[in-house]
């Protein structure tokens, strides 16, 4: 089995920042791409930033040039800095991994429980 284990999540001001980790672990043996999605209340889940295997990156254009997507593919973690945090970006904030299973053949998705992050005025 695979598990993503998500942290960094909390309470900020309008302003402020915080760094959200994701760390993979189990019966992986390679991974793809990592990804950090959110959903606010009453919303449907959005990609918020993406991550490839060769380090390249793509983010949804409301966080561009505030949050910034990095791995560490030695410890299979994904890591989003986020800055200038907005009212706008309070919501659950989901790791996703696309890796391969120890033994299977395809690649699959894997999901995190989410960490809630909730920007104060």
């Known amino acids: 089995q695979v598990q993503l284990v998500e942290s960094g999540g909390g309470l900020v001001q309008a302003g402020g920042s915080l760094r959200l980790s994701c760390a993979a672990s189990?019966?992986?043996?390679?991974?793809?791409?990592m990804s950090w999605y959110r959903q606010a209340a009453g919303k449907q889940r959005e990609l918020v930033a993406v991550?490839?295997?060769?380090?390249?990156?793509n983010y949804a254009d409301s966080v561009k040039g505030r949050f910034t997507i990095s791995r560490d593919n030695a410890k299979n973690t994904v890591t989003l800095q986020m800055i200038s945090l907005k009212l706008e970006d309070t919501a659950v904030y989901y790791c996703s991994v696309r890796g391969l299973e120890s033994g299977s053949r395809y690649y699959k998705t894997y999901w995190g429980q989410g960490t809630q992050i909730t920007v104060s005025s």
């Open positions: 991550i490839t295997s060769g380090g390249n990156t």
């Open positions: 189990g019966s992986i043996f390679s991974i793809d791409s």
